[in-house]
T-cell receptor, first 117, second 118 residues
């Protein structure tokens, strides 16, 4: 079965400092991994994904994520945080198994990022 | 929020009433999904459909029903059997849930409907 864990409910950083939002995963085959961001009372916005290839994936708004197969992790990073980055972040893994569950995403519980000015 | 619309944005329901949440997409996507979001619990899958006239139960389908009569529409009905329906409901879609080059693609989300039971 596929699953995702986000070990931190909240992450607080000062503006201008680097930020990391952690994600670990469990899959039965090759992982297809995603990061989404959600602002209050809005839908989820896609940030980036890892399918194959380079372990460092670059996405929207200056975010990047590092895929680490040995540690089964896919942490979201940004070199210099902005106050406007404050939001709820979700990590997700895609089910690539056969049958009717093909394509569904399994989400973590979310991490609330707060960037202080 | 892409080409997915959800209506209404806010919905109030009295106990014992059924309500239907609308989800429409003009992206020509095959697969559509309904999620429920509660504080601290992330997103939980209610129902999903990978093709017209077919849908599958997700992890928390009890008290909900769906239909997929058209490719662009996937309405969700919250029935009176749903014990705690107050939540934020999100609809999503992907280009293809079964095969093809888009099977690795991300899901596109609508803006959500906040349902409150009075």
């Amino acid at each position: 079965a596929q699953s995702v864990a986000q070990p931190e409910d909240q992450v607080n950083v000062a503006e201008g400092n680097p930020l990391t939002v952690k994600c670990t995963y469990s899959v039965s085959g090759n992982p297809y991994l995603f990061w989404y961001v959600q602002y209050p009372n809005r839908g989820l916005q896609f940030l980036l994904k890892y399918i194959t290839g380079d372990n460092l994936v670059k996405g929207s708004y200056g975010f990047e994520a590092e895929f680490n197969k040995s540690q089964t992790s896919f942490h979201l990073k940004k070199p210099s945080a902005l106050v406007s980055d404050s939001a709820l972040y979700f990590c997700a893994v895609r089910d690539m198994g056969r049958g009717s569950t093909l394509g569904r995403l399994y989400f973590g519980r979310g991490t609330q990022l707060t960037v202080w000015p | 929020d892409g080409g997915i619309t959800q209506s209404p944005k806010y919905l109030f329901r009295k106990e014992g009433q059924n309500v239907t949440l609308s989800c429409e997409q003009n992206l020509n996507h095959d697969a559509m999904y309904w999620y429920r979001q509660d504080p601290g619990q992330g997103l939980r899958l209610i129902y999903y459909s990978q093709i017209v006239n077919d849908f599958q139960k997700g992890d928390i389908a009890e008290g909900y029903s769906v239909s997929r009569e058209k490719k662009e529409s996937f309405p969700l009905t919250v029935t009176s059997a749903q014990k705690n329906p107050t939540a934020f409901y999100l609809c999503a879609s992907t280009p293809s849930g079964l095969a093809g080059p888009h099977r690795m693609g991300e899901q596109f989300f609508g803006p959500g409907t906040r349902l409150t039971v009075l």
